[in-house]
RNA sequence: GCGCCCUUAGCUCAGUAGGAUAGAGCAACUGCCUUCUAAGCAGUGGGUCGGAGGUUCGAAUCCUCCAGGGCGUACCA
């Protein structure tokens, strides 16, 4: 039991003592340390309830729970009637002998054992190479997906994609013509093909397998097939680059190949939800509540996006998932709310799909503002990103903000500044640490002799403890709220509470005891920053 | 017009279910390396939490209104 468990069911043993129900248990961690580890308000809300006054009943509560020395040293009463727990020491010296004693497997926990959950992300047509837009979806997924599995979750991460229709014409188009071009003839490129390099880049290779024989043709499907094929090939490297893989690329021309679509239309009309009309079919989301009908089947006969999201997000739902997740781009914000409608309305269960929006990046170069478009040839790729400032600050980059938080990444400063980027701050942590474990290799300190931990007093060690201590709460509360920036938060808090006590307390000294539980201490906070940073993607170097 | 997000120190942002004196980084200024990595530590200055009401013991946090910014609001995805 964990002392914040113990506080929780004392509190509730005080309500049951008086039959009181009703009131959820919440303890507070106090920002200040005079009050404390943990602080109970309980006395505050049930002050009107029991028409007393709140310091009494903070009194009687005191005097009810039992300090416990295994948990608890003791309680203080502050405030209008704020009831402060200090953990006892023996408590932290047990909790940090078991994070030495679970190693990698510290910070996981059980809540999403047995549980299924399924992420869809990044999602980009084969249109083009990914950008740093992407990015910023591609990481959040990613490490929400490990931070659902350190709690227990099976987690499949899934990549949707549509190759056909009229984006994936213009890209055939688009590299018939540059190709064309590379034969010697001369071409009318029209402004709203795509522009970029890489067209001309595949073109190129084409014309490197075919020479011209592909001179006449006039079906795109060559191109088109080959120009999909490459731009995938680099997508997935991307991916590969950027630390994980995609369990599932699903393709939504198998919704259609399967009479998926068509059922989806078929169940919506039995609901009385569809409506043709000037040649094309609409979806009634005014019966819904929506203030407007959206059309489904364009005139032309071609499904708008909408159609096959319902059908795919239906059939999510019928594989299974207990929790499915769609991290989208701001812009994309409209898209959901009718499609979950529709999935609702067809008689599933939608409260198990969280639709995750991360604001946009506004890409820096130096005080410019940079647009970007895949269409237009002016982007940054991701790879180009990873090329000038690493895996590692860019995967930090993305995490350390909320995700719908803005966020503005000036290149300039993050190619150049990278030394003073906050991700070496942590890692310079964890590095440091490695050097004083290597330095008491070459003194043969024995460092699996059972240290005596209760040597460590200092606030320094003691701080240190109290934050190790926490992180599988922190881990536990990003995966649930899905919110990977407060690992990040911790993470820098934590590399600061360690440098604080590397510059107040010699690990290596005269004191062979003392230094074998100072140790034994930043051994387990190597542990925790080493599987923190893992579970951001990020690495732990030995050296720096 | 309508929907979603944002507005906190000069700049970029935290603020975990409403709690005690609002925090960090960068920038500015001042100290600390003969000792395990100074990519570090300590300190100083810097704020009407966009504005106005409301809810209550208590609001940066919840509600309403207003202002500013971003993204949408397609028979584009």
Known sequence: MTTQEYIIQQLQRFLDARQISGIEIILEKPKEEKFGDFASTLAL????????????????????????????????????????????????????????????????????????????????????????????????????????????????????????????????????????ELCGEKVEFPEDYYQGEYIIDIARTIFKEKGDALKSETDIAYFKDRAEQIIFTGIKNTIRRLGFEFDVFYNEKSLYDEGKIDEIIERLREKGLIAERDGAVWFLTSKLGFDQDRVIVKSSGEPTYRLPDIAYHVEKVKRGFDLIIDIFGADHIATYPDVLAAVKALGYDVDRIKVLIHQFVTLYEGEEKVKMSTRKANFVTLDELMDEVGVDVTRYFFLMRSMNSHLNFDLTLAKKQSEENPVFYIQYAHARICSILKLAETRKIDLNATADL???????????????????????????????????????????????????????????????????????????LANGLGLLGITAPDHM
């Open 45 to 180: 809300q049930l002050a009107k309830h029991l028409k007393k006054n709140p310091r009494q009943i903070a009194e009687e509560l005191k005097a009810f729970i039992p300090v416990d020395e295994r948990y608890i040293s003791r309680i203080e009463i502050a405030g209008p009637g704020f009831v402060n727990f200090f953990a006892s020491k023996t408590y932290l010296y047990t909790q940090l002998r078991k994070i030495l004693e679970e190693k990698e497997r510290f910070g996981q926990s059980a809540v999403g054992k047995g549980k299924t959950a399924q992420i869809e992300f990044v999602s980009a047509n084969p249109t083009g190479p990914l950008t740093i837009g992407h990015g910023r979806g591609a990481v959040l997924g990613d490490t929400l997906a490990r931070l659902l599995q350190a709690v227990g979750y099976k987690v499949t991460r899934e990549y949707y994609f549509n190759n056909a229709g009229r984006q994936m014409r213009i890209l055939g188009e688009s590299v018939r013509l540059r190709y064309l």
């Open 454 to 528: 209760a040597l460590l007093q200092a606030p320094e060690e003691i701080n240190l403890i109290k934050h190790l201590v926490h992180f599988p709460q922190v881990v536990e509360s990003g995966a649930l709220n899905y919110e990977p920036h407060r690992l990040v938060n911790y993470l820098y808090d934590l590399a600061t509470y360690f440098h604080k006590f590397y510059t107040e307390c010699r690990v290596i000294g005269d004191d062979l005891q003392l230094s074998r539980a100072r140790l034994a201490l930043i051994d387990a906070a190597r542990l925790v």
